[in-house]
């Protein structure tokens, strides 16, 4: 009973990360969008050339497309989850398999998308500079308040600790070798719809995850749990990571459908950006973190530290 009422206040805490992050970008983006500073990289020799807004600063327009993608990403992950928690509840049939896949994703909701908001936030005011420092705009409220998210509801640690130690152990790893059966179905199908490349990038990242829970496993299974367990953070950060990059791609096919019935628009055309941006630039991090992990280095374990 605990655990029900539990998966719905972090699905309600991971709601509210996605709506920080949502905030941060509006808020980035409407600034940046009005803020004149400096002049294009064309003419930035020129003292006439005109000020131009900061959108046109390409290390500017890298962080607004990080907290874009982040955004429609994370808010993706969220509305499935609740689907699927919703269709679970009214359908005998499926119940089982949908509750275990909202069982298996919403420590990551709730985990990886409050620490999204911070870190989107902290973004946001970056875009911002100094203004984005003081009371007179709302970014470091948004900074302050998207803290939170990270610690009640169980602290985002906890939820790594849930993941690995009862979601990944659930029916014997039926939760987990599932969901993988999934979601490189849905690369298969990202293929079939034109993104051949992007969606073997995401396949080879979603056997790094596999191979990452079976070294876990084997270091529980042969005792050494402390091994185990001070990866379990890096490993439902990996797990985040992918899971929204499936989020994109799917995202990306819908998108390519549309386009192909009705043509393009600027909204629908952001869906394959998004995406390549996501594979090129946010992706390659949990292919590191799978190898950090799997080196298996427990040096902060040793007892002569923090005595």
Same mark, same amino acid.
């Given at each position: 009973?605990?655990?029900?009422?539990?998966?719905?206040?972090?699905?309600?805490?991971?709601?509210?990360?996605?709506?920080?992050?949502?905030?941060?970008?509006?808020?980035?983006?409407?600034?940046?969008?009005?803020?004149?500073?400096?002049?294009?990289? $064309?003419?930035?020799?020129?003292?006439?050339?005109?000020?131009?807004?900061?959108?046109?600063?390409?290390?500017?327009?890298?962080?607004?497309?990080?907290?874009?993608?982040?955004?429609?990403?994370?808010?993706?992950?969220?509305?499935?989850?609740?689907?699927?928690?919703?269709?679970?509840?009214?359908?005998?049939?499926?119940?089982?398999?949908?509750?275990?896949?909202?069982?298996?994703?919403?420590?990551?909701?709730?985990?990886?998308?409050?620490?999204?908001?911070?870190?989107?936030?902290?973004?946001?005011?970056?875009? +911002?500079?100094?203004?984005?420092?003081?009371?007179?705009?709302?970014?470091?409220?948004?900074?302050?308040?998207?803290?939170?998210?990270?610690?009640?509801?169980?602290?985002?640690?906890?939820?790594?600790?849930?993941?690995?130690?009862?979601?990944?152990?659930?029916?014997?790893?039926? +939760?987990?070798?599932?969901?993988?059966?999934?979601?490189?179905?849905?690369?298969?199908?990202?293929?079939?719809?034109?993104?051949?490349?992007?969606?073997?990038?995401?396949?080879?990242?979603?056997?790094?995850?596999?191979?990452?829970?079976?070294?876990?496993?084997?270091?529980?299974?042969?005792?050494?749990?402390?091994?185990?367990?001070?990866?379990?953070?890096?490993?439902?950060?990996?797990?985040?990571?992918?899971?929204?990059?499936?989020?994109? +791609?799917?995202?990306?096919?819908?998108?390519?459908?549309?386009?192909? $019935?009705?043509?393009?628009?600027?909204?629908?055309?952001?869906?394959?950006?998004?995406?390549?941006?996501?594979?090129?630039?946010?992706?390659?991090?949990?292919?590191?973190?799978?190898?950090?992990?799997?080196?298996?280095?427990?040096?902060?374990?040793?007892?002569?530290?923090?005595?």
């Amino acid at each position: 009973i605990m655990f029900l009422m539990m998966n719905e206040a972090r699905i309600g805490v991971g709601a509210q990360g996605v709506a920080l992050t949502a905030a941060a970008y509006h808020y980035a983006l409407a600034y940046a969008k009005e803020r004149l500073q400096g002049s294009s990289i $064309e003419n930035f020799k020129d003292p006439t050339a005109p000020r131009v807004p900061i959108t046109a600063h390409p290390d500017v327009r890298r962080m607004l497309m990080t907290m874009k993608v982040y955004t429609e990403t994370s808010r993706s992950m969220m509305y499935r989850i609740g689907h699927r928690h919703d269709i679970a509840e009214n359908d005998p049939e499926q119940h089982d398999r949908l509750i275990g896949r909202v069982e298996l994703l919403v420590p990551i909701l709730k985990a990886y998308c409050s620490d999204l908001a911070f870190e989107m936030s902290s973004m946001g005011l970056q875009v +911002l500079g100094g203004y984005g420092y003081i009371g007179e705009y709302p970014m470091e409220q948004l900074v302050r308040d998207s803290k939170i998210c990270a610690i009640y509801e169980g602290t985002n640690g906890i939820q790594a600790l849930d993941l690995l130690g009862r979601k990944l152990r659930q029916k014997g790893g039926a +939760l987990l070798m599932d969901y993988l059966q999934d979601a490189q179905k849905v690369c298969a199908a990202g293929a079939e719809a034109g993104f051949s490349d992007e969606a073997a990038a995401i396949g080879k990242a979603l056997n790094h995850l596999g191979a990452t829970a079976m070294h876990l496993g084997g270091q529980s299974a042969g005792g050494n749990l402390d091994g185990a367990l001070v990866n379990a953070y890096p490993f439902l950060q990996m797990f985040g990571n992918i899971h929204l990059a499936i989020e994109a +791609l799917q995202q990306a096919c819908v998108a390519a459908r549309v386009i192909a $019935e009705r043509g393009e628009t600027p909204h629908l055309k952001g869906k394959a950006l998004n995406l390549k941006f996501y594979v090129s630039n946010l992706l390659p991090n949990a292919i590191a973190q799978a190898k950090a992990i799997q080196a298996g280095d427990t040096s902060c374990l040793d007892e002569s530290l923090f005595a």
